[in-house]
């Protein structure tokens, strides 16, 4: 994972890049939120590490606070444009996640995922060197 990476304090939580990733245009990154080495995020991304707190009906929702739940997104992943990526999530080592899906779960290494709510579609397979469909 990273060794060497910058970090950025966004009032919420850190941001830390790993080396030699990319991050497209127009994409929101609300700490807390680790990015690998080698990712790639395409454009128009929201990935928020802050959920606003509703659960008290007797309350307006803007009074109620807010909790923070890290994103963490490994080594050598892509992340397709206008995705959203959920607080508490974590996406394994060297995933695909299509554009436009809706992370909502942690994601196990060399997945390729889609939809809203995003789902594997395929894994990669060791034994068979290549990849293969899960549905």
């Not at 939120?33 to 803007?62: C, F, K, M, W």
């Not at 994103?71 to 995933?95: F, P, Q």
Request: with cysteine; aromatic share 4%.
């Amino acid at each position: 994972m990273i060794e060497d990476f910058t970090t950025v304090n966004n009032g919420v939580g850190e941001v830390r890049i790993g080396n030699n990733s990319l991050i497209g245009l127009g994409n929101v990154i609300i700490g807390p939120i680790t990015v690998g080495n080698n990712v790639i995020l395409a454009q128009n991304i929201v990935a928020s590490g802050l959920n606003h707190n509703y659960t008290d009906t007797r309350r307006p929702i803007h009074e109620q606070g807010v909790s923070v739940a890290p994103i963490v997104i490994e080594d050598d992943c892509w992340i397709g444009a206008n995705s959203v990526i959920t607080a508490g999530v974590t996406i394994g080592k060297h995933c695909v996640i299509a554009a436009g899906a809706v992370v909502t779960k942690s994601i196990p290494p060399y997945s390729v995922v889609v939809g809203n709510p995003a789902r594997v579609i395929k894994q990669y397979d060791g034994s068979r060197n290549e990849w293969v469909k899960t549905i």
